[in-house]
């Protein structure tokens, strides 16, 4: 990009030069003829590697964000991880046949199976089995 805006000057400041110029009107002509090469070659040699330069610092700005943006979802879920192991686990002591009562009871209000509410009842709080 920066390589195109160079040239782009250079041949701004020749142009310049061309119209100051006092020259023989045949070499005015000559002059501005190899102007205008200049700037057709210009634009056909570094427009297409200009514009390929461009969408390369695109899709690399579209990374970085993807990136920082997926940063930033695991430092959420590190934070939560580390927020819930820092939570202090309850133990409720309950004999077996109480257990089963809770989970019976469950499975009768939501239909899922024994295994089912069995862990997702132990998930939250640790039951210590009491004889």
Known sequence: ????????QILN??????TKS?????YNKGFKHAIDLFAVSMDIEFGKWCEDQEN?????RQLRLQ????????????FEI?????????????PNA???KIVSFLLGKNGLNWEQVKNH???GVKFKRAK
């Open 98 to 100: 109480e257990l089963n």
């Open 121 to 123: 009842l132990v998930v």
């Open 13 to 18: 400041r020749i142009k310049l030069v061309h």
């Open 1 to 8: 990009m920066l390589v195109k805006l160079k040239l782009k």
């Open 67 to 78: 990136v920082l943006s997926e940063n930033g979802e695991k430092a959420k879920l590190l």
């Open 82 to 94: 580390n927020r819930l192991k820092s939570q202090p686990i309850r133990t409720i002591e309950l």
């Open 56 to 60: 390369l610092h695109e899709q690399i």
């Open 22 to 26: 006092t020259y023989s009107e045949d």
